[in-house]
């Protein structure tokens, strides 16, 4: 059992790492793009969810794009994007921080030349 729960916590791990290092190359595109991205992204994949859960559940017979509907699901995308870089940004940093912290003291160990 011991080695199953230390199997799935290296995966989790090197998820997280893969999570990371792909954030960088993202994060290096800029938060313009990706908040634009995510905002547009989000809205056309909810409005064709919508009017799929509409045709599919409700029976209506042609689905109903409206352009109300996209503005506010754009708009949403838009508060999810910029969430979503804040909370990215904050693990970023972090393991940032745990990194320098723990080759710090590696580097205060030099020896001091006194001649």
């Not at 908040?35 to 017979?61: H, K, P, S």
């Not at 693990?91 to 160990?109: C, F, G, I, N, V």
Request: hydrophobic residues 45%; charged residues 25%.
């Amino acid at each position: 059992m011991k080695r199953i729960v230390t199997i799935i916590q290296g995966w989790r791990h090197r998820r997280e790492r893969r999570s990371l290092e792909r954030w960088d190359q993202i994060r290096a595109e800029g938060k313009k793009r990706f908040v634009v991205r995510t905002a547009l992204t989000y809205g056309v994949l909810l409005v064709a969810w919508t009017d799929l859960v509409n045709v599919l559940l409700f029976a209506e017979i042609k689905p109903a794009i409206s352009i109300f509907k996209l503005i506010f699901f754009v708009l949403f995308g838009y508060f999810v994007g910029s969430s979503t870089w804040t909370e990215r940004e904050a693990k970023y940093q972090k393991a940032l921080q745990e990194t320098r912290a723990t080759a710090l003291p590696d580097s205060t160990k030099l020896p001091t030349n006194r001649a």
